[in-house]
T-cell receptor, first 112, second 115 residues
Framework: DAGITQSPRHKVTETGTPVTLRCHQT?????MYWYRQDPGHGLRLIHY???????DKGEVSDGYSVSRSKTEDFLLTLESATSSQTSVYFC???????????FGQGTRLTVV | DQQVKQNSPSLSVQEGRISILNCDYTNSMFDYFLWYKKYPAEGPTFLIS?????DKNEDGRFTVFLNKSAKHLSLHIVPSQPGDSAVYFC??????????????FGKGTLLTVNP
């Protein structure tokens, strides 16, 4: 499996504070993704990247921004966290179009 | 608008019997489909995939069937084992349309295999 590390694994933060989640991969995969998992909603795509500095929005991108300055790192930022962003966040990578995606272990974020 | 639908939130089967998980999609551009399995507190793991040029793909106990005209796919697990108890996600992508590669997931089905 691809070496995907998400940090932090757990975080509790206050409403209105900025939060950055990090995804690091060691497999030189081209594509990287951020999903959130919520009960009754499955996995929803927030943002994805198809190369260094190339990113695009997913279906639930409002309130989130991303950056990819290096192949191996994909950062997800909540500019001003809200309680609706309490969720489990998963990073995923894929090496090419049509390949399977590998997932990280997830980050549980609680906004109080 | 949900493009990938898993209409059964849960399924319970007896050990040794067949498990059938269903998935429907609405986007006719989807041409590559995957199934993932997820245990609690872990990330999803890839199970099996199928391209739209095929109607069946088999890997051990797992078989995926694709019916393009009905926009429907199913995952068969035979025989089911207690260790198969997990949430199963169906995912789809349009890889030949020239758009960037991204997977759209369904809401998942919780499979429970009873000993």
């Amino acid at each position: 499996d691809a070496g995907i590390t998400q940090s932090p694994r757990h975080k509790v933060t206050e409403t209105g504070t900025p939060v950055t989640l990090r995804c690091h991969q060691t497999e030189n995969h081209r594509y990287m993704y951020w999903y959130r998992q919520d009960p009754g909603h499955g996995l929803r795509l927030i943002h994805y990247s198809y190369g260094v500095k190339d990113t695009d929005k997913g279906e639930v991108s409002d309130g989130y921004s991303v950056s990819r300055s290096k192949t191996e790192d994909f950062l997800l930022t909540l500019e001003s966290a809200t309680s609706s962003q309490t969720s489990v966040y998963f990073c995923a990578t894929a090496y090419a179009t049509g390949s399977k995606a590998f997932f990280g272990q997830g980050t549980r974020l609680t906004v109080v | 608008d949900q493009q990938v639908k898993q209409n059964s939130p849960s399924l319970s089967v007896q050990e040794g019997r067949i498990s059938i998980l269903n998935c429907d999609y609405t986007n006719s551009m989807f041409d590559y489909f995957l199934w993932y399995k997820k245990y609690p507190a872990e990330g999803p793991t890839f199970l099996i995939s199928i391209s739209s040029i095929k109607d069946k793909n088999e890997d051990g106990r797992f078989t995926v069937f694709l019916n393009k005209s009905a926009k429907h796919l199913s995952l068969h697990i035979v025989p089911s084992q207690p260790g198969d108890s997990a949430v199963y996600f169906c995912a789809a992508s349009a890889i030949s349309g020239g758009s960037n590669y991204k997977l759209t997931f369904g809401k998942g089905t919780l499979l429970t295999v009873n000993p």
